[in-house]
Nanobody, 115 residues
Framework: QVQFVESGGGLVQPGGSLGLSCAAS????????MGWYRQAPGKQRELVAQ???????IYPDSVKGRFTISKDIAKNTMYLQMNSLKSEDTAVYYC?????????WGNGTLVTVSS
C-alpha cells in the first residue's frame, strides 16, 4: 500500500503561480496512471491532471494550458505546476491513482486564489 502526502498549497493572487508536490511512501515506478484531483467547497472531487506512464498527460479544458503534471520516479514524487491561476481554482488538491483508490486519499493541500 502506498501513502501520498500533498504539499505546496497556499494563498496566491489571481494570475499567479503555485507548485504542488505529492510524495509517495513507496515506489511509483510501477504505477500506470496517477493524477491530481481537487475538491472545491460544495462541489464534487474532480480529476484535473493525469499522467500515464512516463510522458502521456491529460487535462480537462478547464486547466489545459495552465497546469502541468510531471513525476520524478527516482524521488517517488509527482508534481503539479499551476500557472495563470483563477479564483475558480480554489480547492483542496489531492493526488491518487487513476482511477483513484479509496484507501490512498491523503489530507490534500489547500490552494486559495484570491486578491
Amino acid at each position: 500500500q502506498v501513502q501520498f502526502v500533498e504539499s505546496g498549497g497556499g494563498l496566491v493572487q489571481p494570475g499567479g503561480s503555485l507548485g504542488l508536490s505529492c510524495a509517495a511512501s513507496g515506489s511509483i515506478s510501477s504505477i500506470y496512471a496517477m493524477g491530481w484531483y481537487r475538491q472545491a467547497p460544495g462541489k464534487q472531487r474532480e480529476l484535473v491532471a493525469q499522467i500515464i506512464g512516463a510522458i502521456i498527460t491529460i487535462y480537462p479544458d478547464s486547466v489545459k494550458g495552465r497546469f502541468t503534471i510531471s513525476k520524478d520516479i527516482a524521488k517517488n514524487t509527482m508534481y503539479l505546476q499551476m500557472n495563470s491561476l483563477k479564483s475558480e481554482d480554489t480547492a483542496v488538491y489531492y493526488c491518487n491513482l487513476v482511477p483513484p483508490r479509496t484507501d490512498y486519499w491523503g489530507n490534500g493541500t489547500l490552494v486559495t486564489v484570491s486578491s
